[in-house]
């Protein structure tokens, strides 16, 4: 099977740098011949990521959480809906080898929690989750995109998925 990077972040409107980033990212992912998996919508982090993905050429699974595809990203090649709302994040963590989590808000921090619990490999790319998620020692920082894939590629490689 190939591997699936689970992208989290801010659902929100991106700053012009943090979209840049996000895009970066979904290209890189898609050259190194990942899966991309994001929450899916058209909005913040999931959408730009997917976009960035798209542009490279690579493959995009959005996992919703509503039942239909209304407000999905117009990068996915496969939009799972769920209607679970704010507990698709579970099916987003334990459906991802590697979680990269970027700058976001509760939801976010969910997803990074969840991640933790499920003790998947967890790279937080440009912001600090909390003293809470990091007790548990399982965080990898990251400052660009580049250093997130290559702590990625690093954990892949030790088996650590």
């Excluded at 591997?3 to 992912?29: D, E, F, Y």
């Excluded at 997130?148 to 650590?160: P, V």
Aim: proline share 5%; with cysteine.
């Amino acid at each position: 099977m190939r591997t699936v990077i689970g992208v989290m972040g801010s659902g929100r409107p991106l700053p012009p740098a943090a979209a840049a980033t996000a895009r970066h990212l979904g290209s890189l992912i898609a050259a190194e011949n990942w899966v991309l998996l994001t929450g899916g919508r058209a909005s913040g982090v999931m959408d730009a990521c997917s976009q960035g993905a798209r542009v490279a050429g690579g493959f995009v699974v959005g996992v919703l959480p509503d039942v239909d595809t209304l407000r999905a990203s117009s990068a996915l090649d496969i939009a799972i809906c769920t209607g679970f709302g704010d507990a698709r994040n579970v099916v987003n963590v334990l459906s991802s080898d590697v979680v990269i989590a970027l700058p976001g808000g509760a939801g976010t921090l969910s997803e990074v929690a969840l991640a933790l619990s499920a003790r998947k490999p967890m790279i937080a790319l440009g912001w600090d989750p909390g003293a809470a998620a990091r007790a548990a020692g399982r965080i990898i920082d990251a400052d660009t995109p580049e250093a997130a894939i290559e702590a990625a590629k690093d954990l892949l490689a030790k088996g650590l998925k």
